[in-house]
């Protein structure tokens, strides 16, 4: 696959998204990153994607998107931003794929425009509860409305934010030495040379956590899931403590059309063993 690749800025209500699209065939990958990363998450599964049309982006308030002075995040908010990423692009059809907490925008997303998903992937992450779900500490410190006081002191404290940085790395079975982090995550959390830092959009969005789980769990009681027609495949990394191995059996109960295949790798199989994840991706049904 060619590495070269058309940038764009794209103007939202929520500010200026950064998206890179790969020109290729077939309905387009369409990669959603979650809480802690930004689309460089995806850099090592690009290149095993041979001559297929992807697009990345950065959701508002992360990676290479506008940093805005919103006091928080919309319901439905993230959905929007794809959507608007898609129709900007003029992509009819897309394999939406999502990681971590883009994995319920992902799903979202085909709820609310079925039309244009050809098959939905799911990364690593959730979508509602599930009798195995374990939020990562810092995630839940994060999204807890009752300790905003204390996670707010934290999180703006720069020794200690690399500390449970450090910590939820190890909890995951990462090091803090692992290029992952200052590749993607790192620089959310402290900025870099090329882009600040993303503390305001982190805490907006693990702030809405506990509001969007119960929202998820209102999707699923309705049966709206069970009515979605195309493929859904769910690929998780079997290492993972948190997003694990049942709460990929829970989602695949919750589509008609699913497959579950499960890799030998950690929370971030996409960069663990990209490889894997792309043979998987192209395996169409």
């Given at each position: 696959?060619?590495?070269?690749?058309?940038?764009?800025?794209i103007?939202?209500?929520?500010?200026?998204?950064?998206?890179?699209?790969?020109?290729?065939e077939?309905?387009?990958?369409?990669?959603?990153h979650?809480?802690?990363?930004d689309?460089?998450?995806?850099?090592?599964?690009?290149?095993e994607?041979?001559?297929?049309h992807?697009?990345?982006?950065?959701?508002?308030?992360y990676?290479?998107?506008?940093r805005?002075?919103?006091?928080?995040?919309?319901?439905?908010?993230?959905?929007?931003?794809?959507a608007?990423?898609?129709?900007?692009?003029?992509l009819?059809?897309?394999?939406?794929?999502?990681?971590?907490?883009?994995g319920?925008?992902a799903?979202?997303?085909?709820l609310?425009?079925?039309?244009?998903?050809?098959?939905?992937v799911?990364?690593?992450?959730?979508f509602?509860?599930?009798?195995?779900?374990?939020?990562?500490e810092?995630?839940?410190?994060?999204?807890?409305?009752?300790?905003?006081?204390?996670?707010?002191?934290?999180?703006?404290?720069?020794?200690?934010?690399?500390?449970?940085?450090?910590?939820?790395?190890?909890?995951?079975?990462?090091?803090?030495?692992?290029?992952?982090?200052?590749?993607?995550?790192?620089?959310?959390?402290?900025?870099?040379?090329?882009?600040?830092?993303?503390l305001?959009?982190?805490?907006?969005?693990?702030?809405?956590?506990?509001?969007?789980?119960?929202l998820?769990?209102?999707?699923?009681?309705?049966?709206?899931?069970?009515?979605?027609?195309?493929?859904v495949?769910?690929?998780?990394?079997a290492?993972?403590?948190y997003l694990?191995?049942?709460?990929?059996?829970?989602?695949?109960?919750?589509?008609?059309n699913?497959?579950r295949?499960?890799?030998e790798?950690?929370?971030?199989?996409q960069?663990?063993?990209?490889?894997?994840?792309?043979?998987?991706?192209?395996?169409?049904?």
């Amino acid at each position: 696959m060619t590495t070269r690749s058309r940038d764009h800025r794209i103007s939202t209500p929520f500010g200026t998204i950064a998206a890179r699209e790969f020109p290729g065939e077939g309905d387009p990958f369409v990669f959603l990153h979650g809480f802690p990363d930004d689309s460089a998450i995806y850099d090592r599964l690009i290149p095993e994607l041979g001559n297929r049309h992807v697009v990345t982006f950065d959701f508002a308030g992360y990676g290479k998107s506008e940093r805005t002075n919103g006091a928080g995040l919309e319901e439905g908010q993230r959905v929007r931003e794809t959507a608007a990423v898609v129709d900007h692009l003029g992509l009819d059809r897309v394999v939406i794929v999502g990681h971590d907490a883009g994995g319920p925008v992902a799903v979202e997303y085909s709820l609310a425009h079925p039309e244009n998903v050809s098959r939905l992937v799911l990364l690593n992450c959730y979508f509602g509860d599930s009798p195995t779900l374990r939020f990562p500490e810092m995630i839940r410190l994060l999204g807890d409305p009752n300790l905003v006081p204390l996670a707010d002191a934290l999180i703006h404290d720069g020794e200690k934010r690399k500390w449970l940085l450090e910590h939820t790395a190890r909890q995951f079975g990462y090091e803090p030495t692992d290029e992952i982090r200052e590749v993607a995550i790192i620089p959310q959390y402290f900025g870099s040379t090329e882009q600040p830092n993303a503390l305001q959009a982190i805490r907006a969005w693990t702030g809405r956590l506990f509001k969007d789980v119960a929202l998820q769990n209102e999707a699923i009681a309705s049966g709206s899931l069970s009515k979605l027609s195309f493929p859904v495949d769910i690929i998780f990394g079997a290492n993972d403590p948190y997003l694990n191995s049942g709460v990929a059996e829970h989602l695949a109960s919750l589509f008609p059309n699913s497959r579950r295949e499960s890799i030998e790798a950690r929370h971030w199989v996409q960069w663990d063993d990209p490889k894997s994840v792309a043979d998987a991706l192209m395996r169409e049904r």
